[in-house]
């Protein structure tokens, strides 16, 4: 199957046609599945006391989360137009479905779920996926941010082990009045339960950043409590024990009535879950060089949370970390999102008696480290110095989503992006004609899939396709920050941008700072006249960043200089 000429429309193939059959037709031997093992059991270790969290901290049990990721993600992954997409709850989703639960219940949860994914699917068959991806980068950074505020917010209470008589507001203000007057009822006990998974989480990461960081701190921050016999409320005194297999599929309550007090959760998480499975596959895309098919996505992404209704979970989309953790650990295609929710099961079947004893205080530290990972922080710095309608857009979505509601500040910002892209477009003297602005969904051609080109610990390569100050910027500025080994050199591939405005070469010239505090170095290959010039405007040159003519030239120049380094390091240590 070839990828469609320019210009051409893609065939109904090409648009749906899942990615698992793509990698099946190429010939899936031996070395393939073994990759895909490895990396679908470390996404597995780092999604078990995620999904557990997530489903926590929305206000349902976590055996809910277990489910979304077992059923939602095998789905995501056997239907999806991404290889290496992993899908399953999301830190993202706490806010909508915590609401959507104190709203109308559990039950109203599962028909609203339902419902965003026939939404979901219907946005795929309308080839709506090409579109979705492109909503403005200062309003992805606003709502993350407000997002993760909001989650910290409502982890205060487990963090501090606190009693609330009234039960804990979800507007955030009140919240923290009632936070504030039951300041007398903290556990130092969980205080410090909590304190100890977050170090733990935050020296690993550091230290031993191969190690799952998450699971362990929960696992010793258990024993603890258990062998200390500390004062801290857990999983099994909250929720009682785990099951220990998947429920039997039911239908939610399908009624008018029902329907009709679903149907606004239904369309936030509609938006919402668009947004953040496609944003996902795009950084798996930038990762590998592969193309993902965003409408097929979507159709998946609908069938998934379908499935995941049936069998009480809660919203399934693409998961920024875990899809990130997916490719850096050698996954050579879809097989490996099934392979990890085959062992969230077989860990469910086995562990769940032992996952009662997990203390709430551990997974809020859990969270609040999921939280603070969220927040883009020098990208938000970043946007609010460098542009006054980038500001404007970001700080309208930001106080919104907290304030008022997170769909209508997606919907205000992305109106006022819009405005600030005719502004920016109608003031561009030049765009390079080497791509479209929103370029259609290709095939992948049925060629090997090398996952050593993607997985090499010291050089991490991305390319960018469209115009870069939208869907791909809000992808590049944080993908350092989802790898947990940090890469020795960075290589952006220009190549496919056809127009870079100077808000996106300054998120560039940020990251190229990231690498310099890290002791590594940006590489930048493909860039034409315009792009170079801008790039060069605002400071991105030698030392800061190198330029190349192509991928293979910067590779091979990363790779001589950290052989140089490492060279002038042992001459060093060997006393010159």
């Not at 031996?30 to 997530?54: C, F, H, K, N, Q």
């Not at 258990?226 to 005194?237: D, F, H, N, Y």
């Not at 369309?267 to 499975?277: H, K, M, Q």
Request: aromatic letters at 8%.
């Amino acid at each position: 199957m070839n990828p469609p000429a320019r210009g051409a429309s893609p065939s109904f193939s090409e648009q749906y046609l899942p990615k698992l059959v793509t990698v099946l037709r190429e010939g899936y031997g031996r070395r393939a599945l073994r990759a895909d093992l490895i990396a679908g059991l470390t996404v597995a270790i780092v999604a078990l006391p995620l999904s557990m969290a997530i489903a926590i901290a929305s206000g349902v049990g976590p055996e809910r989360g277990l489910f979304t990721a077992i059923v939602g993600g095998a789905l995501v992954s056997a239907l999806g137009g991404s290889r290496f997409q992993i899908g399953g709850p999301a830190g993202a989703f706490i806010v909508l479905v915590a609401v959507c639960v104190g709203e109308i219940g559990a039950g109203g949860l599962a028909t609203a779920v339902l419902m965003a994914g026939v939404f979901l699917a219907a946005a795929g068959f309308l080839r709506l996926g090409t579109y979705v991806k492109y909503i403005p980068y200062p309003v992805t950074v606003g709502f993350t941010a407000a997002i993760a505020v909001i989650i910290f917010a409502s982890q205060v209470k487990d963090l501090l082990g606190m009693t609330l008589p009234g039960g804990e507001p979800a507007a955030l203000w009140p919240k923290i009045e009632a936070l504030w007057a039951a300041r007398e009822t903290v556990t130092w006990a969980a205080v410090a339960i909590a304190a100890g998974a977050v170090a733990v989480i935050q020296g690993l990461k550091r230290m031993r950043p191969h190690w799952p960081g998450l699971l362990i701190a929960v696992v010793l921050a258990s024993v603890a409590a258990a062998v200390l016999k500390l004062p801290v409320e857990t999983i099994g005194s909250r929720f009682g024990a785990l099951p220990r297999l998947l429920p039997a599929p039911s239908l939610p309550d399908l009624s008018p009535a029902a329907l009709m007090r679903a149907l606004p959760y239904a369309v936030s998480f509609t938006l919402l879950g668009a947004i953040e499975s496609l944003l996902s596959a795009v950084v798996a895309d930038g990762m590998t060089g592969r193309h993902h098919r965003s409408n097929a996505e979507l159709v998946a992404q609908g069938v998934a949370n379908i499935g995941s209704a049936l069998f009480g979970g809660i919203m399934v989309t693409g998961t920024i970390a875990r899809t990130a953790t997916n490719v850096r650990a050698g996954a050579h295609g879809p097989v490996a999102g099934i392979i990890h929710s085959a062992f969230v099961l077989l860990f469910m079947m086995v562990f769940a008696p032992l996952a009662s004893a997990i203390p709430l205080a551990a997974l809020a530290g859990v969270l609040a480290i999921v939280a603070w990972n969220m927040i883009e922080k020098e990208e938000f710095w970043m946007l609010l110095r460098t542009s006054s309608g980038d500001a404007l857009v970001l700080l309208a979505t930001f106080f919104l989503v907290i304030f008022r509601d997170l769909t209508e500040g997606i919907l205000v910002g992305f109106v006022l992006g819009a405005v600030l892209f005719i502004r920016r477009m109608s003031e561009a003297a030049h765009v390079e004609e080497r791509a479209p602005l929103v370029p259609e969904d290709q095939a992948d051609e049925l060629s090997q899939y090398d996952s050593g080109a993607a997985i090499g610990r010291d050089v991490v390569v991305y390319r960018i396709k469209g115009a870069f100050f939208f869907g791909a910027a809000t992808t590049v500025g944080a993908v350092l920050d989802r790898i947990a080994d940090r890469p020795r050199a960075f290589v952006i591939d220009f190549t496919e941008v056809p127009f870079l405005d100077s808000s996106a070469a300054h998120s560039v010239d940020l990251l190229a700072r990231k690498m310099a505090r890290s002791g590594g170095q940006l590489y930048l290959c493909g860039t034409g006249p315009e792009i170079r010039r801008t790039l060069l405007s605002v400071g991105l040159r030698a030392p800061r960043a190198r330029y190349a003519h192509d991928i293979d030239e910067a590779v091979e120049a990363a790779r001589r200089d950290i052989a140089a380094a490492e060279a002038e390091a042992a001459v060093t240590e060997n006393g010159g």
